[in-house]
């Protein structure tokens, strides 16, 4: 029964990360291109004001410098790959999830809470994690502090995710004693409330360069908000349909034995 | 449809979470080792030396709103 429902979470997520790629090879790939120009242009300058010329000893490497991946790779196969596999493993993910909460939410069937799993998922493991620490493009962000802004990424989304459990779990509680709706908008409430603090309390972090193209940062962040919503619509209701379809055979049968 | 989906006609039988838990433990550990190497491989930490895998899920990393570099 979960090995059934894990596997279609992750053929689930394979189909929504192809509409993912290919939503981000139109729409977000511009703003990654002109995003590595920019990183160009300032690498030119810096290097023009070193009479050595001597290039700058940044690890990384994009533009004409000796290429380990080259562009067309990362920006195909390489971003193909990274989103599939990344959105088949949030879908095994979700799958496991909606194991655990389909039965234990009121009494939504299988597509009413796959679709409110997804919606829960999609603001706990996206939407407030990128509020505080959104994504950024390339050229924006020091090399020397990737590990710390790894962490606090990291940190917000385990806080976001386990606050969000426990609002679930709270609501759960509460929904006896104060009625379904009230209880959902009493966990909702805690876990705004919550998030509010996390996020006040930790540090904020702002590397953007100081003439960095602000239209190229909006493209490319909404860019990446767009594939999140891709992903987990597509998560929520074709998993739903699927996990619907495949209890309907049996309830056809019972209805009829009872008949 | 509609009526089947707001209001089935019996509460659905919850999975008992012994039987989820295995799944849960190993699957979810695969899952988020996926996940890290698209996320963070070579960027925060590394267990393979190199670049090359960061450098492949690059602009998926950048998209997708992981710190990348």
Known sequence: MVGTLLLRGMLVGVVAGLLCFAFLKVAGEPSVDRAIAFEGQVDAAKDGADATGATSPTTHQHGDEAELVSRPVQAGIGLLTGVVVYSAAVGGLFALAFALAHGRMGEL??????????????????????????????????????????????????????????????????????????????????????????????????????DFPAVVLWQFRIASLGAQSIMWATLGLLFGALTERAASPRRKARATATA | MTNTTFAPAARPAAIPVRDVLPWAVFGGLMLMLAIYFVGVEEGATALFKGMYVHEFVHDGRHLLGFPCH
Do not use: D, H, Q
Request: charged residues 10%; proline residues 7%.
């Open chain 1, 109 to 210: 069937g299988p597509r009413s809470t796959a679709a409110l799993l997804a919606g829960v998922g999609f603001v706990a493991v996206y939407v407030m994690p990128t509020l505080k620490y959104p994504a950024n493009p390339p050229a924006v962000g020091e090399a020397g502090t990737i590990g710390m802004r790894t962490g606090l990424y990291f940190a917000m989304l385990a806080l976001s995710l386990a606050a969000a459990i426990g609002c679930g779990m709270l609501r759960r509680r509460l929904a006896n004693r104060y009625g379904a709706w009230n209880a959902f908008l009493i966990g909702t409430g805690v876990y705004l409330a919550a998030m509010l603090a996390v996020s006040f309390l930790l540090p904020a972090i702002n590397e953007v360069p100081e």
